[in-house]
Structures are given as C-alpha cells and as structure tokens.
C-alpha cells in the first residue's frame, strides 16, 4: 500500500502519484502538493504558518479542531439552525442594478417596478438562495456561529461565483414557467385562420 505524505508548505495530504520532492544540496528533502505551494515556499520565500490557507496557520490559530467539528455537524445545523439566522437582503430600490437588469433581460421585457421587485422577493424567499448564502456566510466567517448575515454580506455573496451560480439557476427555472404562461397565451390569443379570396381570371 503506497505511504501518504503531507505538503511541506501548506500541510494537505498529498494524493499517491502526485506531487513533487525537492531535495537542496544539504540533503534535505521537501514535499509539495502543488507549483503554489513550491513557489510559495522557494521562491517567494514565505513561512507557512503566516500564510492564512495553510494548516500551520490554522493550527496556530487553534481552527483546526473546530473546522472538523464543523464540517461534520454542517448539514443538520442548516437544517435545525435554518429559521434562526436573520438574512438581510435589499429591497426596493436598493435591489442591486445587475440583478434587476437580468430579470428584466431574462424574464421581461420592460418589467414593471413591481414585477421585478416580486421576482427579486420570490428569488431570495427560496430554499436554494437560502442554503447557498448560509454555507457561504458559514465558511466566511470560521467557526463562528452565523445569527445575522448583512446586507453587505449578501452583496459580497452575488458577485461570488457560487451567488451568480444559483442566480442563474434559478433565471432558468423561472424563465421554463414564463415562457410556458407566455405560449398557453399566445395559442389562446390566436386569431383562427381565414380562407383567402381566390381570384378569378379575366
């Protein structure tokens, strides 16, 4: 059975088959996951437990023990802790100008002010939104507990790729229904057909 090894400079388990050694003249022998994390460390020079993506960082800050606890305990803490965490979203006019100009592409054209604001409430009343921000907010902030997320936090979230993910997602979900509505009126609305005048030779 092949051995596992750890990064010298970052501290994840390297994959057998993967990785690189590099060994200085002195004989001794690093290990490395990946080009970052060798250049981070011969070439850039820097000290791994300063570096924040790093398990010596971690460690040094005590966030080891907790993000294990963390992650096993995540999915029944959304389910059980999903009611108590207050979301801040905007509303009215603060609605964000990129998020109100793709409804209006995708789901309009030229929505009423109304209709993209119920739009923006239906997106951010569902399940999907919920969960998404949730776990984002949850890996932001570490082993904190999460009771609020900010209006500025739900900004950072929809430039994120994971925001513009399930904003997507869910554009394409609502525009199947609309343009469903859309056809049963048009073939409802459809004049029936009118045989044409033939005319006659003279």
Known sequence: MPTRRSCSFCGNEIEPGTGKMFIRKDGTVFLFCSHKCQSNMLKLGRVPRWTPW????????????????????????????????TIETPRGKDIPADLSDLIDKRLGPDLSRGNLEQYFSDFVSGDAFRTSILGWTKKKHGAKPVTRVEKAEFLAWKDSPEGRRVFKSWLDGRWQQVKGRKRETEEEEAPAPTAKKVKKGS
């Open 54 to 85: 790093t398990q010596a960082f971690r460690r040094a800050a005590g966030r080891v023990v907790t993000e294990e606890a963390v992650v096993t305990e995540e999915a029944p803490v959304l389910a059980e802790g999903a009611a108590e965490v």
